[in-house]
């Protein structure tokens, strides 16, 4: 099963919304640092087949946001203690969401899908969520999707906050604004995501 079957398979299901730049915004971050760190031997080496395939999934980490309530994922506001436990659920509910559908619960990316739905929230220290995965236990190109995540969620508007420029986001992360990721990740972002970033955006919408 490829990704085009995947995504085919989540429209289908109303668990994925409509291609749009911004979803090549952030393939095209994945793919540019997935390289990056495997050329560097930062990650173990990923063919480019895989690369691909991966960049692909990482579109999929927050279909878990569809189980959540509207009143919380819309919230023009900082979200309670509470609010927060609940938005932290979607890493859970994007695994329980793809699990009820059984072509890709019975596929050979089924583990993948849910790996990079569970845990693009983890952090090297432990610090994450949901599982406090600790330094190698989070799996290499994930963490690398969380942390494209989280430079991506600084460079666009949210609702509650405005953007922040790429220079900013790119301090805020290497401060650990974000949380503790691989020293040696953290390493290859600083050298490449300039470069990543505006071929990225290039794309606009």
């Known amino acids: 099963m490829d990704i085009v079957e995947i995504f085919a398979i ?3 299901e109303q668990l994925l919304i409509d291609h749009t ?10 793919e540019g640092l997935l390289r990056a760190c495997t050329a560097a031997a930062v990650i173990p080496a990923l063919s480019a087949t895989e690369i691909q395939l991966y960049s692909g999934l990482a579109l999929l980490h927050d279909i878990g946001k569809r189980a959540i309530p509207p009143e919380v994922l819309n919230k023009p506001g900082l979200l309670t203690k509470a609010e927060f436990e609940i938005m932290k659920t979607h890493t859970i509910q ?3 969401l793809v699990e009820q559908i059984s072509e890709l619960r019975e596929s050979k990316v089924f583990p993948l899908i849910c790996d990079v739905c569970r845990h693009h929230h983890e952090r090297w220290d432990g610090s994450g969520y949901p599982d406090q995965l600790v330094g190698g236990s989070i799996t290499p190109w994930v963490h ?15 609702i509650y906050k ?4 790429v220079e900013q986001a790119k301090s805020m992360i290497l401060s650990g604004a974000c949380g503790a990721f691989d020293p040696r990740l953290l390493s290859c972002f600083a050298r490449n995501i300039s470069a990543i970033s505006q071929a990225a955006y290039a794309i606009t919408g």
């Open 144 to 158: 690398v999707v969380g942390l494209v995540d989280a430079f991506d969620a600084l460079v666009h508007p949210r």
């Open 10 to 12: 989540l429209h289908r």
């Open 162 to 165: 405005p953007a922040f420029s």
């Open 94 to 96: 994007g695994c329980m």
């Open 21 to 30: 730049s911004h979803s090549e915004q952030f393939h095209g971050l994945t």
